[in-house]
């Protein structure tokens, strides 16, 4: 049944008399024959996957955010208060955070006019689902507790649109969960 699912759904991403890629293109050589009805497709340059240094303590089911440039990864099975940051060249090891946990929801908020720039911790597993929620400003050397969530979650996905941060899906303890929260980082609260 899910293979049938997958054909299905791949066959309503090839617009008619477009065909699949052969198993020997690779990703950015891929070019398509004009049909009658669309423009020729230009070919892309060449996407190549490249080594970086390994992370430093081995984890899974970690958070992860992307702020001026670097990669912060964050807490997680094997390191759950273990924060470590990623230049684009070397690992370093940054504030730990409070508590344990795996699962979490991360985002960073860009340099932006208020104070609301840095990088965000929402929720996780604690053991349990927690509501709980940290911030880690620039140049900080620790975390700091900012407003909880409505409720509980893990396993969700945030992202940082302006000073703004969207949590959504995820798990309460008891049930996956639809509300889609939404945290204002200049103000310090969530709607």
């Given at each position: 049944?899910?293979?049938?699912?997958?054909?299905?759904?791949?066959?309503?991403?090839?617009?008619?008399?477009?065909?699949?890629?052969?198993?020997?293109?690779?990703?950015?050589?891929?070019?398509?024959?004009?049909?009658?009805?669309?423009?020729?497709?230009?070919?892309?340059?060449?996407?190549?996957?490249?080594?970086?240094?390994?992370?430093?303590?081995?984890?899974?089911?970690?958070?992860?955010?992307?702020?001026?440039?670097?990669?912060?990864?964050?807490?997680?099975?094997?390191?759950?208060?273990?924060?470590?940051?990623?230049?684009?060249?070397?690992?370093?090891?940054?504030?730990?955070?409070?508590?344990?946990?795996?699962?979490?929801?991360?985002?960073?908020?860009?340099?932006?006019?208020?104070?609301?720039a840095?990088v965000?911790?929402?929720?996780?597993?604690?053991?349990?689902?927690?509501?709980?929620s940290?911030?880690?400003?620039?140049?900080?050397?620790?975390?700091?507790?900012?407003?909880?969530?409505?409720?509980?979650?893990?396993?969700?996905?945030?992202?940082?649109?302006?000073?703004?941060?969207?949590?959504?899906g995820?798990?309460?303890?008891?049930?996956?969960?639809?509300?889609?929260?939404?945290?204002?980082?200049?103000?310090?609260?969530?709607?």
């Amino acid at each position: 049944m899910r293979l049938v699912l997958l054909g299905l759904l791949i066959g309503a991403c090839v617009a008619p008399g477009e065909g699949l890629p052969s198993r020997t293109q690779h990703i950015g050589q891929l070019s398509a024959s004009p049909s009658p009805s669309s423009a020729p497709i230009p070919t892309r340059a060449a996407v190549a996957w490249r080594r970086i240094a390994n992370i430093p303590t081995p984890r899974s089911e970690v958070a992860a955010a992307v702020f001026r440039d670097e990669v912060y990864v964050i807490g997680g099975f094997g390191g759950g208060r273990v924060v470590e940051i990623f230049d684009g060249q070397r690992w370093r090891r940054g504030p730990d955070l409070p508590l344990e946990v795996d699962h979490a929801m991360a985002a960073a908020v860009s340099d932006i006019a208020d104070a609301g720039a840095g990088v965000y911790v929402f929720g996780g597993n604690g053991p349990a689902p927690t509501a709980r929620s940290f911030r880690l400003t620039p140049g900080a050397t620790a975390w700091r507790e900012i407003a909880a969530m409505p409720g509980p979650r893990s396993q969700g996905a945030a992202v940082a649109r302006g000073a703004s941060i969207y949590v959504v899906g995820g798990y309460d303890g008891q049930r996956l969960v639809a509300p889609t929260y939404a945290y204002e980082a200049n103000a310090d609260r969530w709607r």
